[in-house]
């Protein structure tokens, strides 16, 4: 993300590419034609603009542009809700003066832990880059294979795409790794000067050809609540919902919680973990009250 403008280049391009004069409502003459997807000239016509000034947007020039001339582009781009919101960013932030990073702290209010502590259900708060600020005991618990990750910060990010025991706890792994890609994206282009944000994309495209992959696809996509599929070395296979909640005393920071459904295997598997987590805790807290 450190050239904006190419990366509204790529963007603005690559969906482009994928919509068919078909999928746009457009009658398709021949069958010869050189580029895939939409012609520049078809886009301008869709979104009410002049082809000069569309070619100007797609060169990375999205600085000035209304909010209606870039409704019409997510509507004719046929955007969904995280790219428009992507298109949006980068607009902002290609503008003549960078905006500062919107960084989260890195620790979270006592009280904050407070309400991890009184959930009984798998709680951890999150950043945009994917690190684990705060978790409660049985966020840890589930999560145990992330936080056991010697790499600081504990980052779900870095552990799907840097270690190889993230394939056999998560049982959709490609989708994980997919998703965290995506969601990763769009947190750059809401940020894209945060200096740590960058040193981790930039690790991970060091280290890992999966991420390069996933990264040049450029897909983003929020994260709110989905299903989590997971093979927990204690306990098992889990299949757990979650919802993530973003914190409006925290900003840019995210609560999830993870829950099953009453009388389901993956609830007597959220016991069996509750109860371990429980020995765990008192196992650790042993060798304290010997030296006392």
Same mark, same amino acid.
């Given at each position: 993300?450190?050239?904006?403008? +190419? ?19 457009l009658p398709a003459y021949g069958g010869n034609r050189r580029v895939a997807g939409l012609r520049r000239e078809e886009v ?118 840097l270690n190889p025991a993230a394939r056999e706890f998560w049982r959709d792994y490609d989708r994980i790794a997919r998703d965290a890609a995506a969601m ?99 196992? +650790? ?8």
């Open positions: 993300m450190s050239d904006v403008q +190419a990366e509204i280049r790529e963007f603005l391009s690559s969906r482009r590419a994928r919509i068919t004069p078909e999928r746009a409502g301008a016509m869709l979104a009410g603009v002049s082809v000069d000034y569309y070619v100007r947007l797609e060169r990375g020039n999205l600085a000035g542009a209304s909010d209606a001339v870039l409704d019409a582009l997510a509507r004719t781009l046929q955007l969904d809700e995280a790219e428009r919101q992507y298109l949006f960013d980068l607009a902002k932030a290609s503008g003549p003066a960078p905006r500062r990073a919107k960084t989260a702290a890195p620790t979270v209010r006592a009280t904050v832990q407070q309400v991890l502590d009184a959930i009984e259900s798998p709680a951890w708060v999150r950043n945009g880059r994917h690190d684990i600020l705060a978790a409660n005991r049985m966020g840890r618990a589930l999560y145990s294979p992330v936080f056991d990750d010697p790499a600081r910060p504990v980052n779900t990010t870095r552990f799907a795409y990763l994206r769009l947190e750059a282009g809401r940020n894209p000067h945060d200096p740590e944000l960058i040193r981790l994309i930039g690790e991970l495209s060091t280290r890992s050809e999966l991420f390069r992959e996933r990264w040049a696809s450029r897909d983003v996509m929020f994260h709110r609540s989905g299903r989590k599929r997971l093979h927990h070395p204690v306990v098992g296979d889990l299949d757990l919902d979650y919802e993530s909640m973003e914190l409006p005393s925290e900003p840019g920071l995210v609560l999830n919680v993870y829950t099953a459904p009453a009388g389901s295997p993956s609830a007597d598997g959220l016991r069996l973990l509750a109860s371990w987590a429980a020995t765990e805790l008192a196992d +650790a807290a042993e060798p304290a009250k010997e030296t006392t």
